[in-house]
């Protein structure tokens, strides 16, 4: 059923993330990764910083935020297409820093070495 597919109870969140990009999400949508930071911040509701038009600032880059919220509108089934090298990079750090994706972790973090010339990638 249609209903089964949005949680019509979760409240819908305003966001203005770096200052560029304004989008909306459901709660539950931002808090669906359990145990991410994203969901700590957003199950909890505290701690978050408005601007005067009563949206949710973050200050993240916009553009990565919103392939962000796409990859998790799709259960995180569907990895996104990049044409840039750069926007697959600043993905990646963006799934790092709100920790989503924790069985993968170890390798978010030697991809991730492999851009500060750390360590060589070798992804499994």
């Known amino acids: ?9 979760s409240p819908i969140i305003k966001l203005n993330v770096g200052g560029t990009h304004k989008m909306a999400a459901d709660q539950a ?6 145990g991410s930071d994203l969901a700590k ?6 701690m978050l910083k408005y601007t ?10 916009g553009r990565t935020f ?3 919220l796409n990859y998790l ?3 995180r089934k569907i990895f996104p297409d990049f044409k ?8 990646f750090k963006e799934l790092h820093f ?10 978010q973090e030697q991809y991730l070495g492999t851009l500060n010339g750390s360590a060589p990638a070798t992804p499994n």
């Open 52 to 61: 005067d038009d009563k949206e949710v600032f973050l200050d993240r880059d």
């Open 73 to 75: 509108r799709n259960d």
């Open 66 to 68: 919103e392939t962000l």
């Open 1 to 9: 059923m249609v209903k089964d597919k949005f949680k019509y109870e």
């Open 84 to 91: 840039e090298r750069q926007d697959e990079n600043m993905f």
């Open 29 to 34: 949508l931002l808090a669906s990764v359990e």
């Open 98 to 107: 709100w920790k989503i994706d924790q069985e993968h972790r170890a390798w």
């Open 41 to 46: 911040l957003f199950n909890q509701m505290h």
